[in-house]
Every structure is written in structure tokens, then in C-alpha cells.
């Protein structure tokens, strides 16, 4: 008896965090769609592939719960950004430009370093 209630104690809590996580991997990927209008919704732009992993595992651990709500939620949130980041990986390959080729150094010295 003692078990089951750690047991329901533990996922409740276990199911709390991924709401948290779900929702915060949600607000960082809303924000990031405003990147154009200003430079700190830009910075959370970078990282759709771990809102995609986010949400996809946390769908993993709401729709055997049957907490749907949520499941859909984070289905959702891993359908946008997997709409975002896995055309990068699936997408036609391009043909390689043709034509001269030419390399490019670019080197960034401080003059004022005495080494």
C-alpha cells in the first residue's frame, strides 16, 4: 500500500515536469518564430531540434497516461519544429555550383597583444 502511493507520488511528479518542459519548449519555440523584430527571441531560434526531441518524448510519456490534453500539446509542439528542422535533413540535394573555384582566410589579430 506504502509502494502504490510512492509509486502514483512519483508519477505525478514525474508527469508534472514534463508539462513544465512541454510548456517551456513551447513559449522558446513561439518566441522564436519573433527572432526578426528582436535579437533575445532570435537566440532560442537555434534550438528546434531539441524542441522537436522534447516534445516527441514527452508525447511518449502523456499518451500512454492518457493525459491527451497534454499528449496533443506535445505532439504539437513536436510536429512545428519537425516541420522546421527536418527538412535540413530530408531535403533535395542540391547540385554543387559549377565554375572557378577559390578559397577564402580570413584572420581576426589584435595587433596590441605583446606575444
Known amino acids: 500500500m506504502h509502494n502504490q502511493k510512492i509509486m502514483t507520488f512519483l508519477h505525478q511528479r514525474f508527469l508534472s515536469l514534463c508539462e513544465i518542459g512541454v510548456l517551456l519548449a513551447g513559449l522558446a519555440s513561439i ?3 519573433f527572432g526578426y523584430w528582436h535579437w533575445a527571441a532570435d537566440l532560442v531560434s537555434h534550438f ?3 524542441y522537436f526531441i522534447c516534445g516527441a518524448l514527452c508525447a511518449m510519456v502523456f499518451i500512454p497516461s492518457k493525459s491527451w490534453k497534454w499528449g496533443i500539446a506535445a505532439l504539437l509542439l513536436a510536429g512545428v519544429n519537425a516541420a522546421m ?3 535540413e535533413f530530408f531535403g533535395k540535394l542540391e547540385e554543387p555550383l559549377s565554375g572557378p573555384q577559390f578559397k577564402v582566410v580570413s584572420y581576426n589579430l589584435y595587433t596590441g597583444n605583446p606575444n
Open 85 to 87: 528542422v527536418l527538412p
Open 48 to 50: 528546434r531540434m531539441q
Open 31 to 33: 518566441a522564436g518564430f
